[in-house]
C-alpha cells in the first residue's frame, strides 16, 4: 500500500456505507442477537447493529450477570420453564463448552453462532446516531462505527429496536415512559401510591482471586472513604464474588439514560471503597492474599425506557396467568422491584412477588402503537414499571427478540405491517412459526398442518416406559423438610403408591397427594387426600399410600412426605425425562394490600441431588408413550409430553410408517436437555457439560438404509436436511446412547 497524502481542506465526511436489509435490528443483548439470528435463519437479511464490541448486554463479560429467565435458579414453581428456541441453543452450547460459567467464553459462544450466519451482517462498536422517517415509517437509520470511523446508513422495510434504553423507538419518536405508574392507574397493588420517576438503578461488579502470597492494596483516590454510609456495609465479606453483591446498585433516581455516566462513577466508587474496607479495615484477615481481578467498566443497566405498543402488560396479566390470544413467550421471573436509591438504601435490596407459576406474553407488547415498521424486545417492551420488574430479565428478553424477528419475517414476507400480524389467522401463522423454532409458548400446542409425522403417518416403537418401580439404589434422604415426587397420573382413580422410608424413633408420618388447580400447574395447594402412618423405629419400613380419589384430566400429582426428622426416604439412581423431586423449603405468605399471592415453593435439588423416590405404582403408569413425539408439544407440560423407551430395551427406536411414498426434505428431532435446569450463563458452575437426558448418539434410517447419523450431539434441537429430498415409506430413529444413564427419551419428530 503506498502513502496518503491529502491537503487540508474546509473539513471532511466520514466514509458512508450504505447497507440495505430486509430487517435491521439495533442492539446486540441476549434480544436483539436471537432476534438477529431467528430472522436470518429464516430466510431474511438482516444488519445487527450493537454499540459495544461483544455482544450478549449485560450477558456479556463487559458486565458479567448471568442470564437467567423463567427457572429463576429453580428457586420456585415453574416447572421444566427454560426458555425455549435460540436462547435455549445458546445456553445448551455454553454450558456443553462452558460448564464453569465463563463471562468470555459466552462472548465468543454467542459471535460464533452470529458470524455462522450468512445473512447477518454485524457491525459491532456502531451506535445508531439517526433516523429517517416518511410519515410513521422508518425509512432508514444513522449509525456510527468508532473503531473504523465509518458512517452507515441502514435501510429496511421493518426495524427492530432491542437496544435496552430504546434509541431507535426515541430517535423515531415512539411514545414512551420513565417511571413508576400509580397504584390508580392499572389498580396495580404493588405500584406506588403516586406515580414518580424512580427507577430501578444500575449495578457495576467485581471479581476477586487468591493469588497465594501478600498483595497490598492502595484505593484510589475517588473510592467512598465510608463504608458505613452504606447501611448494609456489615454485609460484605471476602466469601462472596464481587459479581454475586447484584445489590451494588445506584441511579433509580437519576436518568438512568442521559446519567449513565455519573452513575458508572458513584459505583466505581463503591467497588474500590468495599475492596479497600475488605482489604485495610483489619477486619478481614483472610483478605490478605486476594486481589481485585476485575471491575466492570459499564454498568449493568436493569430499566430506562419503556415503550407504549398495542397493549401494557401489567401486574394483574402477571399473578393472575392471564390467556392472550396472541401470546408468543412467556415470563416467569417474580415481580423483582429495587429501592431507587439502591445500595443507598434503609430498605431491603428488593422486593419480590412472585406469581404461582409463568405467565403468558402478548404480541402486542411488541408492536410500536405510533411508529408502524417498529418491533421492539427486549427490556423496552410495552409494559408497566411493575410488570417489568419481571419481563425484563435477559432469559425472557431473549424470547421476546425471537419473536420479533419472525414476526418480521412474516412482515417482509407477505407485506405486512407489524399491527396486521394481530388478525387471528396471522397469529396463529406466528405462533406456528416460532413452535417450529422451538420457542415455547405456554399453552399453545404446535399444529403443523405441514408436518407428515403429525398429519399422515402410523407411529411405533420398539418399548415405551411402563412405571411400576423405580429401584431402591439411591442415597437415604432425611425429611428435615418436607419433600415430594412429582408423577405424571391419567384421569381416573388415584393409584396404589408404595415408598419405602427409614425411621429412627416411634413418630407419625403425614403422606399426602397434592396437584395444582390447572393441569400444568406446579404449585400443590389442592390436597386430593392424606394419610397419617404410625410407624416404629426400623430400617426399610414400606408405606403403601391408598389414597380414595381420583384425578379428573391427566395431570402432575405431588407424593407429598411431610417434614419428619425421625423419618429419611430411600431414593433411586434412576433418571427419568418427565420426573422430578422437589423440596418444601419456603413460602411466600399471602399480602392482599399488594396483591401478593400465597405460594408455597416446592423446589428441585441440583445434581448430583435431586433423587426420585424409590417406589412402586399400581396400577402402572403409562405416561411415556410413542405417540408423544407428534402431539405438539416438546417438553414436559401436564404430562411429560416425551417418548421413554423401557431401560432394558437395546435398541430403543421410534418408527414412521406412511401407507403411500414420502418426499421428505427435511426431519426435525427435540431431545430432552432438561428444560428444568436453570442454564445460567456466568459464575453458576453447572455439574454436567451435557445434559444427562439428551440423546447424544441417534441414527435416522429409510427402512434399513441409514441416511443420517450423529454421535456426539448435546443439543436440544437437530435439523436433518435431505437433498435432494428422501423418498420413502419408512423413517426410523433409533436412540444408540443418551448422555447420562437414563432411558431413552424423545420428545418430537416433524417431517417436511
Known sequence: MSIVREPATAGRAFRTEHLRADLVVVGGGLAGTCAAITAARAGARVVLVQDRPVLGGNASSEVRLWALGATAHMFNNNRWSREGGVIDELLVENTFRNPEGNAVLFDAVLLDKVVAEDNITLLLNTAATAVSKDGSRITSVTAFCSQNSKRYELSAPMFCDASGDGVLGYLAGAAYRMGAESKEEFGELFAPSESYGGLLGQSIYFYSKDVGVPVRFTPPDYALDDITKIPRWRSFNTKVQGCRLWWIEYGGRLDTVHDTEEIKWELWKVVYGVWNHLKNSGEF?????????????????????????????????????????????????SIDLHPADGVFSEHAGSSHLHPRGVYQIPY????????????????????????????????TCAQLGQAAGMAAVLCTRDGLLPADLVEPERMRTLQRELLRTGQHIPGVRLEDPDDLAQRAAVVSASSSLVLSTLPDDGPVVPLNHSRAQLLPLPAGPLPQLTVTVDVAAPTTLTVELRTGSQPDDYTPDVVLGSRRFSLDAGLGQQLKVDIEGFVDEPRYVFLVLIQNDDVAVRTTTRRVTGLVSLEHKSTQEADDSVGRPRVEFWTPERRPGGHNFALSVDPPVHAWPVENVRNGHARPTA??????????????????????????????????????????????????????????????????????????????????????????????????????DVPAALFEIRCY
Not at 483472610?286 to 401486574?315: D, H, N, Y
Request: glycine fraction near 4%; aromatic fraction near 6%; hydrophobic fraction near 40%.
Open 285 to 333: 484477615p483472610e483478605a490478605e492474599t486476594l486481589t481485585l481481578e476485575w471491575v466492570g467498566l459499564i454498568p449493568g443497566k436493569r430499566e430506562s425506557r419503556r415503550f407504549e405498543g398495542l397493549t401494557m402488560l401489567t401486574q394483574h396479566d402477571l399473578v393472575e396467568q392471564r390467556r392472550h390470544d396472541d401470546t408468543i413467550a412467556s415470563g416467569g421471573w
Open 364 to 395: 402486542r407488547s411488541l408492536v410500536s402503537r405510533d411508529v408502524s415498521n417498529l418491533l421492539l424486545a427486549g427490556r423496552i417492551i410495552s409494559v408497566s414499571h411493575v410488570a417489568f420488574a419481571s419481563t425484563r430479565v435477559m432469559a
Open 639 to 740: 404430562h411429560p409430553n416425551a417418548w421413554v423407551a423401557d431401560p432394558d430395551d437395546s435398541r430403543p427406536t421410534v418408527h414412521l410408517h406412511w401407507h403411500d411414498t414420502r418426499r421428505i426434505a427435511r426431519v426435525e428431532l427435540g431431545f430432552d436437555t432438561d428444560f428444568d435446569h436453570a442454564m445460567e450463563s456466568a459464575l453458576w458452575n453447572h455439574l454436567e457439560h451435557a445434559m444427562p437426558f439428551c440423546a447424544k448418539h441417534y441414527v435416522v434410517r429409510s427402512g434399513q438404509t441409514v441416511v443420517a447419523e450423529h454421535t456426539d450431539n448435546h443439543q436440544t434441537r437437530r435439523t436433518i436436511a435431505f437433498d435432494p429430498p428422501l423418498e420413502t415409506t419408512d423413517l426410523s430413529v433409533e436412540i444408540v446412547a443418551s448422555q447420562g
